[in-house]
Every structure is written in C-alpha cells, then in structure tokens.
C-alpha cells in the first residue's frame, strides 16, 4: 500500500492521495487501509516521515567540513537539492497542499528531528566563534526560513526564468550569515 501511495505521490502529485486511489493502485479494498494506516492521514504521516528521512539523508551528504562557510551553506544546498529531486515530498511536507492534513505529533517529532540537527550545525559554528549573535535555534529557524523561502519560490517556478536560484540561495546565506558573525 505504501508503495502504491509513494508511487500516486511521485507521479500525479499530494491530490492523487485518496483512499480509494490508495486501494486501487495496491488492488486492496479500502477497508484495508483503513486497517492498517487508520485512513488517509496515517499513509500521509508515512510519507511525511519518509520525506523528511530523505532530507536527512540530502543532509549527511552535505556533512560538516573544515570551512565554516562552507558549513554554514551546506544545509541549504542540502535542502535545495532535495526539493529539486523529491519535488512532491517537498509539497507534502512544507506546502500543505492537501486540506485538513495535519501531521501527528510522532511525525511532527521526525520534522523537528531535522530542525535540531540544524541548530547543533549552528551551536558547532557558533562554539567555533564563526557565529557570533544569536542562540543554535535561532540561528537554525532565521537559515532554514531563507532557505526555504528561496527553494519554495524556485520550486514554485516564480520570477523570471532567468534567476539563478544556487546563487541567489548562496547570496543570501552568505548575507545571513554575515548578520551574524
């Protein structure tokens, strides 16, 4: 069942998650997702919670160096380049584009999971006095949210066709980062 909602996810998008589209695709009644997820939110909260393993996994790609700039942006190119090839996940996770979805407190706890690995990015930087102002989880919520708001309006194909989005996304860490040095 899993696989047949990863599968609706990747290829029509979070509105193809239905329970009877679940069914269908897995040749299941849709009493059998009912039975094993509790419905439609519990295969949600499993496919949140495989997003956000997957941005971990873009993460520890991006693992900490011996340049403090370069630790300092990695989370971000980290997060873009997840974006860019888990387009849907990313939808899921952060754009709420299905009404009434609200991840459980277990998910909620995995998404947090990853917010915490960023601000002991920033403690360590911090600790190492390339940061100066601010405390981890600050620092970690002010990164993530530029990220975000950069990855979201690239993914969200808005501006011209022409920005450079890696660069505009550098640009403004490094201007972030300055903020707090």
């Known amino acids: 069942m899993l696989d047949a909602a990863r599968t609706l ?12 589209r679940i069914a269908a695709e897995s ?9 094993r997820f509790g419905g439609k939110d519990g295969v949600l909260d499993e496919l949140y919670c495989e997003g956000f393993g997957r941005l971990h996994t873009y993460a520890a790609k991006h693992s900490n160096c ?18 860019l ?12 584009p299905i ?3 609200v ?11 990853g917010f ?11 600790d190492a006095g390339e940061l100066l102002h601010g405390l981890p989880y600050e620092a970690a919520a002010s990164h ?15 501006g011209p066709v022409d920005i450079d989005w890696e660069s505009a996304l550098l640009r403004a860490l490094d201007a972030l980062r300055l903020t707090m040095s």
């Open 66 to 83: 011996d340049d403090p700039i370069a630790n300092f942006r990695a989370p971000g190119l980290a997060y873009r380049d997840f974006a």
């Open 27 to 35: 040749g299941i009644s849709t009493m059998n997702v009912y039975s």
């Open 9 to 20: 996810l990747e290829s029509d998008g979070p509105g193809a998650l239905s329970v009877r």
């Open 116 to 126: 915490d690995d960023l601000a002991a990015r920033m403690s360590d930087l911090i």
């Open 85 to 96: 090839a888990n387009r849907e996940f990313f939808s899921l996770m952060f754009l709420r």
């Open 99 to 101: 009404p009434g979805y």
């Open 144 to 158: 993530w949210a530029t990220c975000h708001g950069h990855v979201g309006l690239e993914i969200s194909r808005v």
């Open 103 to 113: 991840p459980s407190p277990t998910a909620h706890r995995v998404a947090l999971d």
